[in-house]
């Protein structure tokens, strides 16, 4: 009987061996739900949900809804005990992996089902899996405006309406590839605090222009 911390590092060494080039990112936040994994490849987003011997399928129906929402591909890992019901709970694109122990008690990996293509994937949600500085990037990238003042809604949108899909999603995938957390939480406070600094600049702006509207200078009356 495998649980989920027997599982995990195991399944990221057969998931390289078996689709080569990839990148993992661990329990992300997918809509209302947590992808336990979300891998990326040079072509697709995958998301992947991990049910090891000691879980039951009660969340599965949602978690089903919101991967299918955001992820190119979707995969189900499985223990054992599972391994004969899972088809009933998953889409038929749904990839499914089963794990069981080999010889030794380690386990093994069985690819019982693989990922097709998911029809009902939300480009408008996919695209909020990157951060506001990594769509800055893709601004740069494709010689569009900057757009500092708007939200990053707006950004996503523009990209989304701007950008052909086959050049937009390789970019955004090769975004996630570079992703360095150490790097963008620096870039994020950066961002912030040059908001902030606008803002305030803005207030000050706002504020001389009604002292002079009213004949005051400095909030003293001549």
């Known amino acids: 009987m495998f649980f989920d911390k027997d599982i995990r590092?195991?399944?990221?060494?057969?998931?390289?061996?078996?689709?080569?080039?990839?990148?993992?990112?661990?329990?992300?936040?997918?809509?209302?739900?947590?992808?336990?994994?979300?891998?990326?490849?040079?072509?697709?987003l995958y998301g992947i949900e991990i049910k090891s011997d000691a879980d039951t399928y009660a969340r599965l129906e949602k978690q089903v809804k919101n991967y299918n929402w955001y992820y190119d591909r979707n995969i189900i890992v499985v223990g054992s005990t599972h391994a004969a019901h899972v088809k009933e709970h998953v889409p038929d694109w749904w990839g499914i992996i089963t794990v069981e122990a080999d010889e030794s008690g380690a386990p093994d990996f069985y690819v019982m089902r693989q990922a097709e293509v998911n029809p009902r994937v939300k480009d408008k949600r996919k695209i909020s899996i990157l951060w506001r500085t990594e769509l800055n990037h893709l601004l740069e990238r494709n010689d569009?405006?900057?757009?500092?003042?708007?939200?990053?809604?707006?950004?996503?949108?523009?990209?989304l309406e701007k950008v052909p899909d086959e050049i937009l999603w390789k970019q955004a995938y090769e975004e996630l590839f570079e992703r360095d957390y150490n790097t963008i939480a620096e870039e994020i406070e950066t961002y912030r605090k040059n908001r902030r600094k606008a803002y305030n600049e803005k207030l000050v702006s706002v504020e001389d222009d009604w002292f002079t509207e009213n004949g005051l200078a400095n909030g003293i009356n001549k």
């Open 9 to 44: 590092e195991p399944l990221f060494d057969f998931l390289e061996d078996s689709f080569g080039k990839v990148r993992i990112l661990e329990e992300k936040r997918t809509g209302s739900a947590r992808a336990d994994v979300v891998m990326i490849t040079p072509d697709f």
């Open 144 to 159: 569009l405006p900057k757009y500092k003042e708007k939200s990053k809604l707006f950004v996503q949108e523009k990209l």
